[in-house]
């Protein structure tokens, strides 16, 4: 079984920063690629960034390419997300993802397990 506890949501300003953490804990919880998604109210889960097994690489959603970075301590089965330039439209609740192999792309079908969900709140 695995288990992800994120935690570092909150409610910002735009142009503020935020970083998430996501805990893992379980099997082969250091040996998968990790990912975090969004979804904001009336809309469907999104892809926000994904990271490899060994953090060598990285993937994101065009909407946050160089504003957000994804990356990962396996000495502490933790996964982070920075998120700097926060705009209004990235309000929504973040959840991290346990990838169903060592490299996982932008689809909810390439994960297996989920988080409960942190809430992002970004004022104008």
Request: a positive charge; one cysteine or more.
């Amino acid at each position: 079984q695995v288990q992800l506890v994120e935690s570092g949501g909150g409610l910002v300003q735009a142009g503020e920063s935020l970083r998430l953490s996501c805990a893992a804990s379980g099997r082969t919880a250091s040996t998968s690629a990790m990912g975090w998604f969004r979804q904001a109210p009336g809309k469907e889960r999104e892809f926000v960034a994904a990271i490899a097994w060994s953090g060598g690489g990285t993937l994101y959603a065009d909407s946050v390419k160089g504003r957000f970075t994804i990356s990962r301590d396996n000495a502490k089965n933790t996964v982070y997300l920075q998120m700097n330039s926060l705009k209004p439209e990235d309000t929504a609740v973040y959840y991290c993802a346990r990838g169903k192999g060592r490299v996982s792309g932008p689809r909810l079908s390439d994960y297996d397990y989920w988080g409960q969900g942190t809430q992002v709140t970004v004022s104008s």
